[in-house]
T-cell receptor
Framework: GAVVSQHPSWVICKSGTSVKIECRSLDFQATTMFWYRQFPKQSLMLMATSNEGSKATYEQGVEKDKFLINHASLTLSTLTVTSAHPEDSSFYIC??????????????FGPGTRLTVL | EDQVTQSPEALRLQEGESSSLNCSYTVSGLRGLFWYRQDPGKGPEFLFTLYSAGEEKEKERLKATLTKKESFLHITAPKPEDSATYLCAVRSRSNTGKLIFGQGTTLQVKP
């Protein structure tokens, strides 16, 4: 149980183009999904928190116009990197939270998407 | 400010050599401490959640414990397939829903 998928697993694009990454919870409904970014040999950096049907909450320093997040349903959230540049190249990981018996939520992570911008 | 520090940064063990990973935390009201395993190029895999001091959880060769200031991940008789980066994260009352991650401990188990 608690399986999260991401698509695509990797993508290469040209500078200036936009890229959309999908995050799906396969066997549960997630009221909240999170988007992280991870650079080589570093830990996860939270970019934004996404709740179904409402606007995402972005962390300080994350450009909301560049990283568009849509949480259209309880099982799908998308991250669109607009006008991508080489410095946006990174490993993007989503997670979906599941309530654990009233003690709070547990986040389950997707397999990640490797974005390379040329 | 909530903070998580993991040590050591890297650990090399021989197969069968037991050891412990440390996660020290400072939070304003702990609402859960989480351990994840991450393999290279993959997303973190959930291992354990601990909520209160004295709590312990076990899974195969792994055992997680929690005090008011730190958590330990004990690895008993590790195998090469236990090689991975182990991440510790906390959730606090002031950061509802968010996880604050440590930098991780990269474990290498040699046969």
């Amino acid at each position: 149980g608690a399986v999260v998928s991401q698509h695509p697993s990797w993508v290469i694009c040209k500078s200036g183009t936009s890229v959309k990454i999908e995050c799906r919870s396969l066997d549960f409904q997630a009221t909240t999904m999170f988007w992280y970014r991870q650079f080589p040999k570093q830990s996860l950096m939270l970019m934004a928190t996404s709740n179904e049907g409402s606007k995402a909450t972005y962390e300080q320093g994350v450009e909301k116009d560049k990283f568009l997040i849509n949480h259209a349903s309880l099982t799908l959230s998308t991250l669109t990197v607009t006008s991508a540049h080489p410095e946006d190249s990174s490993f993007y990981i989503c997670s979906a939270s599941v309530t654990s018996g009233g003690r709070g939520d547990t986040q389950y992570f997707g397999p990640g998407t490797r974005l390379t911008v040329l | 400010e909530d903070q998580v520090t993991q040590s050591p940064e890297a650990l090399r063990l021989q197969e069968g050599e037991s050891s412990s990973l440390n996660c020290s935390y400072t939070v304003s009201g702990l609402r859960g401490l989480f351990w994840y395993r991450q393999d290279p190029g993959k997303g973190p895999e959930f291992l354990f959640t601990l909520y209160s001091a004295g709590e312990e959880k076990e899974k195969e060769r792994l055992k997680a414990t929690l005090t008011k200031k730190e958590s330990f991940l004990h690895i008993t008789a590790p195998k090469p397939e236990d090689s991975a980066t182990y991440l510790c994260a906390v959730r606090s009352r002031s950061n509802t829903g968010k996880l604050i991650f440590g930098q991780g401990t990269t474990l290498q188990v040699k046969p």
